[in-house]
């Protein structure tokens, strides 16, 4: 998510942003949602009355405390401030460890906003469940392939390597299309790591 401050007059449009979403990935009221517009600020109030939602429960991906415009807007107490204006007594935050993680809490209807990388919100919606994307707080995000020392230096060397890599994520993502365009990705075994093991591994 984009680390730039947002200017206050924008505070309440991030609440409602949050608010849409809720009732987008909420189970059983994806009707409702449809019939919202996006763009009226006025309609907050009346979802959390219509859906009978009293406490808002955010999910995000990431190791310590959200980070970006919903970290911001949490720090400086605008979230909250703005959601309960919009009829939620209280906002609950969940981490996870990556997106995957985060999508089966959501089909579960253990969360009601999910925060996460464009790459399981993707998988999420092609498997059909009715979530709705509010907004893009990020672009242009960079991954890496580290090799050890002495290791491989270019795609090619790769073939008939292991790779690690945190499955569901952009960095997945992004690996395969590398592994498809040197056209070795039949001949490279990728396995599941999560990025806060990755160095120690």
């Not at 907050?44 to 009355?49: E, L």
């Not at 009293?54 to 970290?71: A, D, F, N, Q």
């Not at 998988?123 to 994307?133: H, M, N, Q, S, W």
């Not at 073939?159 to 490279?188: C, F, N, P």
């Amino acid at each position: 998510m984009s680390k730039n401050k947002l200017s206050s007059r924008l505070s309440t449009s991030v609440a409602c942003v949050l608010l849409l979403l809720t009732t987008a990935c909420s189970q059983g009221e994806t009707k409702s949602a449809q019939s919202i517009d996006a763009n009226k600020a006025s309609n907050a109030s009346a979802v959390a009355a219509s859906n009978n939602i009293s406490t808002l429960r955010i999910g995000y991906v990431g190791s310590s405390e959200p980070t970006g415009p919903l970290g911001w807007a949490k720090k400086k107490g605008i979230l909250e401030r703005e959601l309960q204006k919009a009829g939620f007594k209280n906002v609950t935050f969940v981490r996870f460890p990556n997106g995957p993680d985060l999508n089966e809490a959501l089909v579960a209807g253990k969360l009601d906003v999910g925060s996460l990388g464009d790459t399981p919100a993707i998988v999420l919606r092609a498997r059909g469940v009715e979530t709705r994307l509010l907004r893009i707080t990020q672009f242009n995000t960079t991954a890496w392939l580290v090799a050890k020392k002495n290791g491989a230096r270019s795609l090619a060397e790769l073939k008939g390597q292991k790779i690690a890599t945190q499955k569901g994520s952009y960095m997945h993502r992004y690996l395969l299309g590398l592994l498809a365009e040197a056209k070795i990705a039949k001949d490279v075994k990728v396995v599941h790591l999560m990025t806060t093991e990755a160095k120690a591994a």
